[in-house]
Structures are given as structure tokens and as C-alpha cells.
């Protein structure tokens, strides 16, 4: 039987976490960020599922042998988890392994599911690695403007469209005040618009992962590598480490990385299926 675990028992899958796997997966079972995560067993679990919080995907931990486990993923998926990912508007199960020898498994548990795959890169960058001293120059109406506590509450109804903003913090974290305490982040204000974000999406421990959007119709002006740039070097001040992950068709994102100097450390694949 796969049973949920609740969020103060989250801790009893830290030994079920790959050293050098995803960060992600890290941040659920530490309590930093939101999600869930669904187990063999309770109060011993040996391999479990976490879907995170902004319903980005799925991770399995632990012992990719299970069979008591993956026997019964195919069922729990159809019965739980897509009833619940359709009522907040999932069409796709992304599943991921914590670590490479979930591949076969995963391939083997949906191979009657038309499963498809991607391929994602990370990067991380610290402190005593970065060489890269770069000037970019924007636009002068463009401006970088650190994520703080008044800018989200917008008192004064400066920024026209906050609510980009909030919605992509809320996607990562439980509440504004957790984003501020345990976060970082930019955004770029154009003609008090808010056209950029590059924040803090999910940390552990001194590692901060990076998500960064820009407004379709601001892209092509470099915003991204600017206000990367200016994250990157306000971490590393804190003696920070970054941490990138992007899917490998996304160039754009991956030439971001590499103009700022982050390093390719590992690469993982992940697998879908549309929703029946």
C-alpha cells in the first residue's frame, strides 16, 4: 500500500535521498519548500514519491527495487494522483529518479503508458569557481529591483501587474515571509511593470536553485543574463552556491548559464505520459 506521509513526518526519507541528486527533492523532504510525498510504509519507508509543491513533476527516492512498491504505482497514480492533478489542471504524469538507476525502473513500471522522455542539465556555480567578470548593459528604462517585503505587498500600487510576481513565488513556497526569509531574489521594473523574475525557487541549506522568467514580449534584451548576473553575485557575496537545472532543448536558459559561468555538473532524464 502507498500511504501519504504528513508534513512533520517528512524527515524520515532523508535517508532516502541520493548525496548528489536533485535539489528539489531535498528541499520537499527538509520541510523548505511545499510538497508531498507518498510512501511504502509510514513509519519505515524505503522508497517513496514526492510531487512537488508547484506541480512541477515527480521524484522517486530510495530503493528503486522495491517491488512491493512499484507493483502498485500504476494503480495509485490512476486512482490518487490523477484525479487530484486534474482539479488543478495537470494533463501529464513527469516523473524523475533521484538517482540514474530509477531509469529502467520507471520504464519498466509505465511501459504500457506511451511514456516519452527529456533530457535536463544542472549547473551549480560557487564561490571559489567563479572567473567570470562580464558587463551587460540594458536598456535605461529597465531597472533591477531586489525582491523584498515592500515590493510584494505593493502599498502603493506602483507595479501594475504584482500579482506576476506573487504567483510565482507562491508556486515554490508556502507564503511570502518563508520566500523572504529563506529566499533571495530580483526582478526587472519596466514602466512599472514587472517583466522579470529571478529568484530562489527551491534551497537547502546554502544551495539556492534559480528560476528565472521573462515576459515574452521583453525577451531577446538580455534581462535574463543581467538579472542572473546581479543574483549570482549577490549570493556568492553570502557565500552562497547556485544551482541550475534546465531542460537541454532549452537553449536560451543553458546559454544563460554558461555566459555567467555556472558548471555543468550532472545531467538526468526525465519521462511523461499523457493522462488518459
Known amino acids: 500500500m502507498i500511504s501519504e506521509l504528513k508534513k512533520y513526518e517528512f524527515h524520515k526519507c532523508k535517508d532516502l535521498l541520493y548525496e548528489q541528486g536533485h535539489l528539489e527533492a531535498k528541499a520537499i523532504v527538509h520541510g523548505v519548500n511545499t510538497g508531498r510525498i507518498f510512501v511504502d510504509d509510514t513509519d519505515s519507508p524505503t522508497s517513496g514519491l514526492i510531487w512537488l509543491g508547484n506541480n512541477d513533476g515527480f521524484f522517486f527516492i530510495g530503493n528503486e527495487r522495491n517491488e512491493a512498491f512499484n507493483s502498485k504505482l500504476n494503480y495509485f497514480i490512476d486512482t490518487v494522483i490523477i484525479p487530484e492533478a486534474r482539479k488543478v489542471g495537470l494533463t501529464w504524469f513527469e516523473g524523475i529518479g533521484n538517482h540514474s538507476k530509477w531509469d529502467e525502473t520507471i520504464k519498466k513500471v509505465f511501459e504500457n503508458r506511451n ?45 501594475k501587474n504584482i500579482d506576476f510576481l506573487r504567483s510565482k513565488i507562491l508556486e515554490f513556497w508556502s507564503s511570502p515571509k518563508r520566500f523572504l526569509n529563506d529566499g533571495i531574489g530580483y526582478c526587472v521594473v519596466y514602466e512599472n511593470m514587472i517583466v522579470n523574475v529571478c529568484f530562489s525557487s527551491f534551497v537547502v541549506d546554502n544551495v539556492h536553485c534559480i528560476d528565472i522568467e521573462t515576459l515574452e514580449e521583453h525577451q531577446g534584451k538580455k534581462l535574463a543574463q543581467k538579472v542572473a548576473l546581479t543574483f549570482v553575485e549577490n ?11 534546465c531542460m537541454e532543448s532549452n537553449k536560451p536558459s543553458i546559454a544563460v548559464a554558461e555566459k555567467i559561468g555556472l558548471r555543468n555538473v550532472f545531467n538526468y532524464k526525465g519521462y511523461d505520459f499523457k493522462f488518459k
Open 235 to 245: 549570493c556568492l557575496a553570502d557565500n552562497l552556491v547556485l544551482y541550475w537545472d
Open 115 to 159: 511514456l516519452g522522455s527529456w533530457n535536463q542539465r544542472v549547473y551549480t556555480l560557487q564561490r571559489k569557481d567563479y572567473k567570470v567578470n562580464l558587463e551587460l548593459t540594458t536598456e535605461v528604462e529597465y531597472n533591477i529591483v531586489k525582491i523584498s517585503e515592500t515590493l510584494f505587498k505593493n502599498s502603493d500600487k506602483s507595479i
